[in-house]
């Protein structure tokens, strides 16, 4: 069979030009990077400190830990947390005493003076805000993103997301998911939340995000114990060293850094197109 002049040229425009085209060349540019990977780290513990540092700093890279003041860490060993910010590091909000909602399922452990079924919505919103403060107090920095408490958004039926737009660059939720560059709500931010999964398995989602130039949020409490949601400490490091490896196509930085981008990217898109992405 041959193939006209005519019919080729078809195939390439349809190609080439196929809907959707340009915008997917807009969303692979994370940085100059074909896709981004924001390592979060929850609850200020020591293990942050003693094991993950170590490794994050050996290999160069810069995550983001979401502290409540009051984690028994950070008021014992406030001096390395300063460190860990003044090398880049991102001190993310977590609140003051990280109220959650008692009632919903498996929060037995949510104490009732920080039952945030008890608190009313300005009282929520003023500890966000206060722990803002004490975190610039300690890194000096005025943009930061928050992380919400056990992916609570609001209180009974009233959200405080809203309220906080202003205050972050961003908000990580805990819904599962990949973030496209100019489709993602900056206010819920997806991410996985690792627990006991292998290496592999959150390997397989680092080269999904590459293949869909996606933003990839891992979400940690525990590395090699202190906290029930965990993951070994070996598959933690072996993860590392994948992404090392992928580390010239992958943008890996603090989620207040990939955020701020995701902003501005936005913005020009709203600029060029005349009118709003998709929040
Ligand atoms: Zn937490």
């Not at 810069?62 to 406030?78: D, E, G, Q, V, W």
């Not at 560059?181 to 690792?194: F, G, P, Q």
């Not at 490091?237 to 981008?261: H, V």
């Amino acid at each position: 069979m041959t193939i006209k002049p005519f019919t080729v040229t078809i195939i390439f425009l349809l190609v080439v030009y196929r809907p959707g085209y340009a915008q997917d060349q807009q969303q692979a540019t994370w940085n100059h990077k074909q896709f981004a990977v924001a390592l979060t780290y929850d609850d200020g513990l020591n293990v942050h400190l003693d094991k993950v540092i170590p490794v994050l700093d050996s290999l160069g890279f810069k995550a983001t830990f979401y502290i409540p003041c009051n984690s028994p860490s950070l008021t014992n060993r406030l001096a390395e947390w300063k460190a860990l910010a003044d090398h880049g590091h991102e001190l993310g909000n977590h609140s003051i005493f990280h109220p959650c909602a008692g009632k919903s399922k498996g929060r037995a452990w949510v104490r009732p003076a920080y039952d945030l079924d008890h608190y009313t919505l300005s009282q929520m919103i003023d500890e966000i805000r206060l722990a803002n403060t004490f975190l610039r107090a300690i890194d000096g920095r005025t943009k930061r993103t928050f992380a919400y408490t056990c992916g609570d958004m609001a209180i009974g039926d009233s959200s405080f997301v809203d309220s906080l737009k202003n205050d972050f660059v961003a908000a990580r939720g805990v819904t599962a998911g990949m973030n496209l560059a100019n489709r993602t709500d900056l206010r819920d931010i997806r991410s996985y939340t690792v627990d006991g999964q292998s290496a592999e398995v959150l390997i397989a989602l680092v080269d999904r995000a590459k293949k869909e130039h996606a933003l990839l949020v891992f979400l940690f409490h525990g590395v090699g114990g202190e906290h029930p949601i965990n993951i070994a400490l070996k598959e933690h490091n072996k993860l590392m060293r994948y992404l090392k490896q992928n580390e010239p196509e992958a943008w890996i930085a603090p989620l207040a850094d990939i955020a701020a981008y995701m902003s501005r990217f936005k913005q020009k898109s709203v600029e060029k197109q005349g009118f709003p992405g998709r929040e």
